[in-house]
């Protein structure tokens, strides 16, 4: 009886290149695994691309200490907006109201702490429940009456920034009590031996590091128990490591100047907070499955409405809680506040990932897009680019993500 042995015979390498275990092997793994997951990691390589470019031509002052805690506390706003924003767009929808939401929640606590003088922790939750309060409103029209997010949320945009004229009476109105000011400016307190850096800032970059390599580490197990595709051994080592080096760089130069800022804390619990609901509760689901296939959701059982009110409702609170910082940040309510915000949000929800069909994006890559959106505005600043430049290579920068999106979808349906 004859046998087969070519099953079991190793077929042996093209000419010209190196095995699996090679260094053109490893680099065939990296590109494959780069091709795979293009979406996640192509805003990431783009980001280091334009720190490194800013950093050079700044001659370093990018990379400053005093510099990068500057850009936590300047688009702190933004960020927040921006994971809001991100949820209604994965649901398909959108919302031009939360810029001027944001100016009339800094109005109303103004005119709380400011005129009333009400404590600062009760104006808080106040403030975030009239945010809230907004967005249910917007999302009841949106969910039950059938009027498209567009149409509401522009209406939205007008009614509140009229609000905040008429609170206002056209007039700046500050200052805020020390306890905000110290949330949206301040930093975290001095603890242990005098050293070089900031004690309490390095323990938490290690606590972030931990948290980091084991959520990859767990992720990468749950894909592997459910027989997904996971990254090659090593390139998975690679990503930990660039991970890694990334928090412990942000690290180190903040903790070089005063610290992680308050609001740093604030962001880092709202990522971990919305993250852990997209990705592992049924709401989180929920809101990919309306956004990807409407019919096949509300075949599977998915309560769309609630899912939507839902999603437009914490809208409204986080618009409140920028609203909050960015009042606090320049100690003052003013009637011109927010204006852009939304357009902002929407840009760094898109290019960090978002589709603009919906029910694609991560609340990180909102992150994402919200830092690639400062590190341009900070670093175009200190190169003195003028305002009108600024604004088309932001717009480029745009277009170029959403084309992005496109021609991956096309790759990926080809």
Not at 1 to 22: L, Q
Not at 23 to 51: P, S
Not at 202 to 217: H, K, N, T
Not at 365 to 379: D, E, Q, S, W
Request: some cysteine; proline content about 4%; aromatic content about 8%.
């Amino acid at each position: 009886m004859s046998t087969d042995v070519t099953a079991t015979t190793p077929a042996p390498a093209p000419p010209g290149r190196s095995g699996p275990a090679g260094g053109d092997g490893l680099w065939k793994l990296m590109l494959d695994g780069m091709r795979r997951n293009m979406r996640q990691y192509g805003m990431l390589i783009a980001l280091g691309l334009i720190v490194c470019l800013f950093a050079a031509w700044t001659g370093g002052d990018l990379l400053l200490p005093r510099n990068v805690s500057n850009l936590v506390l300047q688009n702190s706003y933004i960020l927040i907006l921006a994971i809001g924003m991100m949820l209604v767009i994965i649901a398909g929808h959108i919302d031009l109201s939360v810029g001027s939401l944001t100016a009339f929640v800094g109005a109303v606590a103004a005119v709380l702490m400011v005129e009333h003088k009400l404590a600062w922790p009760l104006a808080v939750l106040l403030c975030l429940a009239l945010g809230a309060v907004a967005g249910a409103m917007q999302g009841f029209f949106i969910a039950y009456l059938g009027i498209p997010s567009f149409i509401v949320t522009l209406a939205g945009m007008l009614l509140f920034r009229g609000l905040t004229e008429i609170f206002l009476k056209g007039q700046t109105l500050g200052p805020f009590p020390d306890g905000l000011q110290k949330v949206a400016n301040g930093f975290l307190p001095e603890v242990g031996p005098t050293t070089n850096y900031h004690n309490l800032t390095l323990l938490l970059g290690l606590a972030v590091i931990a948290f980091v390599v084991y959520q990859e580490i767990r992720d990468r197990g749950r894909q592997r128990e459910f027989a997904l595709d996971v990254l090659p051994a090593r390139l998975f080592a690679l990503k930990l490591v660039a991970l890694v080096a990334a928090v412990l760089v942000v690290t180190l130069l903040l903790a070089s100047y005063k610290g992680a800022p308050v609001v740093l804390l604030i962001l880092g619990a709202l990522v971990v907070g919305f993250g852990y609901v997209m990705r592992n509760a049924v709401i989180g689901r929920h809101v990919y499955a309306i956004g990807g296939n409407l019919p096949a959701a509300k075949l599977s059982g998915v309560k769309d409405r609630k899912v939507t009110f839902l999603v437009f409702l914490n809208m409204g609170m986080l618009a409140a809680l920028a609203g909050l910082v960015f009042a606090a940040r320049f100690n003052a309510a003013s009637p011109k506040a927010g204006v852009n915000f939304e357009l902002e949000a929407i840009a760094a929800s898109f290019i960090g990932g978002a589709s603009m069909s919906g029910g694609v994006g991560t609340v990180l890559g909102a992150i994402i897009g919200g830092v690639v959106l400062g590190v341009l505005n900070n670093g175009m600043n200190l190169v003195g680019i003028g305002t009108d430049w600024q604004q088309v290579i932001k717009g480029l920068v745009l277009l170029a993500a959403v084309g992005f999106d496109v021609w991956n979808k096309r790759r990926v349906g080809s």
